[in-house]
């Protein structure tokens, strides 16, 4: 059964706690859209910043870019995606609601009593209409389709036409890779599951450039170090999984796709896709722009189009995941209190100061202590409140260590001090 109780439970303790609020609450909030608050945000840049060091930094085969949100309109068009990045959509002329229709099975018809669209004698659903999840604007001052541009659905095509670029400037030589951490937006019809499926996201993507015949081998690899990392941020390997994608299910630009899957309390999720792209996307972009896109291999004398492995996981999906992963209740002397157990390195506050009471020296010392540690790591001071509150507080927050300042604390520092003195 879904513990749908559960995602409440995190929402408001989210909200409540300054994770993540509703973007534009005060005007009745924007759909599917959130802002991320003091301890929202360190935990998403603690992910982005473990991400980007095991990818870019502790490898010497991996670049970092930070291509542009907005590219030339021809780069959606070559990628396929105003021609297919589209879902199937269904619209009831009774009720006015909008479905996808290869999930009319899991949807709720707005009306009572509850029921699946099509259910209720008076339902009287469309055809499908393709819909395309691209946002668009326009650039310039004329609003005309020449003017169109959209905005990014994905940050892999800012890599792919960067390729040559980031390879020369470099002086890398296939296999290598290219990472990018960026925001992307998909104007999903269902959005929902709080943080999972949001209309603005950021993904955190590297594509893997590699002589063809290699790429199967090199997909294993990518996996294993994939689901690799996913359990070193702390997750639980029971709630972990591989999803192989079925003939149906792949992409049109994918030979293999594999799909790290969470058991979140909505059932069992995508959370980061490992794809064999080939060189369907540099073939694409070679025949759209004109421009030459083949790697030269000097010493073998070769010449040919490299074959993407690409990872594709998205930073807010997995922020969830975290949260979800390290929830938990505990009940001490009859009183419940909520735990996020982080990982220490994801925690977003890593270490609080408290002194037991607020005389004899203790606010001092934990004052001088707090400002000392702030220099290394993000750290929080807090002398409001009994002490077993503040524990209470700090548990919520997921801050993995808490220093009391007490009376002893105090002695033994100012013997620490007296002796220091003597041996000057
Ligand atoms: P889904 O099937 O869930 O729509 P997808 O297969 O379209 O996802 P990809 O295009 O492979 O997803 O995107 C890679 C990653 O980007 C996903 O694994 C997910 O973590 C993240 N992602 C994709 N769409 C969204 C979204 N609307 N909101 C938040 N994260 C997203």
């Known amino acids: 059964m879904a513990d749908t109780s559960l995602m409440d439970k995190l929402v408001s303790l989210c909200k409540r706690r300054g994770f993540v609020f509703q973007s534009s609450e005060i005007y009745g909030g924007l759909g599917s859209v ?3 608050g003091p301890l929202g945000v360190e935990l998403k840049n603690n992910i982005k910043q473990r991400w980007w060091r095991a990818m870019v930094q502790a490898r010497d085969d991996i670049e970092g870019l930070d291509a542009a949100i907005l590219m030339a309109p021809q780069v959606w068009e070559a990628s396929g995606h105003v021609a297919g990045f589209t879902d199937p959509l269904v619209d009831c002329r009774t009720c006015k609601a909008r479905f996808r229709e290869d999930q009319l099975a899991q949807a709720q018809c ?8 099509g259910e209720h004698g008076d339902c009287d659903l469309t055809e499908a209409r393709q819909f395309n999840l691209m946002f668009k604007t326009f650039m310039g001052p004329v609003e005309e389709s020449a003017a169109t541009v959209y905005l990014r659905p994905e940050t892999a095509q800012g890599i792919y036409v960067n390729y040559l670029n980031v390879m020369q400037a470099s002086r890398q030589k296939i296999p290598f890779g290219i990472a990018q951490i960026g925001k992307a937006f998909r104007n999903e019809i269902t959005p929902g599951n709080f943080i999972f499926r949001t209309r603005e996201f950021e993904q ?25 990392w996913h359990v070193a941020l702390g997750l639980d390997p029971a709630k972990l999984r591989w999803h192989e994608h079925g003939p149906d299910e792949l992409a049109h630009y994918a030979r293999r796709a594999y799909d790290v899957e969470y058991e979140f309390p909505f059932g069992w999720q995508e959370i980061e896709g490992v794809h064999n792209r080939t060189d369907f996307d540099l073939k694409a972009h070679q025949e759209h722009s004109g421009k030459k896109l083949e790697y030269f291999d000097q010493a073998a004398g070769e010449r040919y189009l490299p074959y993407i492995v690409e990872t594709s996981a998205g930073a807010d999906r997995i922020m969830l995941t975290t949260l979800v992963d390290a929830y938990r209740e505990e009940t001490v002397e009859g009183e419940t209190r909520v735990v996020l157990g982080f990982h220490p390195a994801i925690a977003p506050i890593k270490a609080a100061v408290l002194p037991l009471v607020k005389k004899d020296g203790m606010p001092e010392l934990a004052t001088e202590l707090f400002h000392n ?20 507080r700090m548990d919520e927050a997921g801050t993995p260590f808490c220093v009391t300042i007490d009376g002893e604390s105090v002695a033994e520092r100012s013997e620490e001090h007296t002796s220091e003195l003597q041996s000057h």
């Open 34 to 36: 959130w802002d991320y």
């Open 110 to 117: 707005p009306r009572k009593p509850s029921k699946h669209p």
């Open 204 to 228: 955190m993507e590297m594509q893997f450039f590699v002589k063809p015949g290699t790429d199967d081998a090199w997909f294993e690899r990518w996996r294993e170090w994939r689901m690799e």
């Open 373 to 392: 540690l702030k220099q290394q790591v993000a750290a929080f001071y807090d002398a409001s409140g009994a002490i077993g509150r503040r524990y209470r």
